[in-house]
Nanobody
Framework: QVQLVESGGGLVQAGGSLRLSCVAS????????MGWFRQAPGKEREFVAA????????YYADSVKGRFTISRDNAKNTVYLQMNSLKPEDTAVYFC??????????????????WGQGTQVTVSS
């Protein structure tokens, strides 16, 4: 069992930045690919970014490419999402996710084994 706890959400003006953090319990964090998803009111949960177990490969949704950066620190059992140039359409609850091992890193929520509780990000215009 892996528990994921997100932090760093909040209210920010358009054009601003936030950094989300997700701390994972357990000693096998470095074995897992990790991801961030988001869900806006009335919409389905969607993929934002993912990173492989080593941090050597990262993946982004087209809507955030060039603005968001995912990274991880395996020594701290933590994955980060640096969000710059935020837009009102980035407003959502952001969820940290652990992929199945073994398993593909995909945009599908069905590829996720564990979810965090979510952190709210609100971008005002």
């Amino acid at each position: 069992q892996v528990q994921l706890v997100e932090s760093g959400g909040g209210l920010v003006q358009a054009g601003g930045s936030l950094r989300l953090s997700c701390v994972a319990s357990g000693r096998t964090f470095s074995s897992y690919a990790m991801g961030w998803f988001r869900q806006a009111p009335g919409k389905e949960r969607e993929f934002v970014a993912a990173i492989d177990w080593s941090g050597g490969n990262t993946y982004y949704a087209d809507s955030v490419k060039g603005r968001f950066t995912i990274s991880r620190d395996n020594a701290k059992n933590t994955v980060y999402l640096q969000m710059n140039s935020l837009k009102p359409e980035d407003t959502a609850v952001y969820f940290c996710a652990t992929y199945f091992v073994p398993g593909p890193i995909t945009r599908a929520t069905s590829a996720v084994r564990y979810w965090g509780q979510g952190t709210q990000v609100t971008v005002s215009s």
